[in-house]
């Protein structure tokens, strides 16, 4: 799978705050399917704005983007083809943390019930399972929001500032689960952050 973008420009920004990206308003981006990209800005770029284009569920630009699946609608790829760790986390809070990633799981068959109770004992919320997400910190929750989405086949994980809220050993675990799923699938890999690569190796840096 390939996305493309072209001469892609967010709507709400002027040509002076997308002056020296390599993505917005440039005639071709390619992202390939296997590789791992990181997009780098400043708070208030457009970070987010890239993925939640890409993901389809913001069409305020001027431009296209282009999967080379062949596919009628962005909704579809979804469901198999690309997985978004939203910066928001967009958990439910009056679930547990069992059941946040078992609602995703329960959509796609991906995962059994043992694999995601080892996933979640992997990241030491082994104790919080059967808590509501309401009652966790920020920490606990972002890495809830990142199992939810390893809970489906991919082709693209997109990743928005996934660690904002995570200690260094925290990441180390969690980067080290995402590379193992990642290279499980053969999948692609789109992260943005401000300017930390953590412990993943990328392909491609670009700058928004």
Do not use: W
């Amino acid at each position: 799978m390939i996305i493309s973008l072209h001469n892609v420009k967010p709507l709400y920004m002027s040509d002076a705050e997308i002056e020296g990206s390599e993505i917005y308003d440039k005639e071709s981006v390619f992202f390939e399917k296997g590789k791992k990209y990181l997009i780098t800005a400043n708070s208030g770029h457009g970070k987010t704005s890239i993925l939640n284009f890409i993901y389809g569920i913001n069409t305020n630009f001027n431009g296209n983007i282009i999967y080379s699946e062949n596919t009628n609608s962005v909704f579809d790829l979804r469901k198999s083809k690309i997985s978004y760790i939203f910066q928001d986390l967009k958990l439910f809070p009056d679930l547990t943390v069992f059941e946040n990633i078992q609602l995703k799981n329960n959509l796609t068959n991906y995962k059994l019930v043992e694999e995601i109770t080892s996933l979640i004992e992997e990241v030491l919320l082994g104790h919080k399972k059967d808590t509501l997400v309401e009652k966790l910190s920020l920490g606990q929750k972002q890495r809830v929001a990142i199992l939810r989405a390893l809970c489906q086949p991919f082709e693209f994980l997109l990743l928005d500032e996934p660690f904002s809220h995570l200690d260094k050993d925290n990441i180390r675990i969690i980067t080290n689960i995402i590379n193992r799923e990642v290279k499980t699938q053969g999948a692609g890999l789109i992260m943005t952050s401000l300017d930390k690569t953590y412990n993943l190796e990328f392909d491609k840096m670009l700058n928004l």
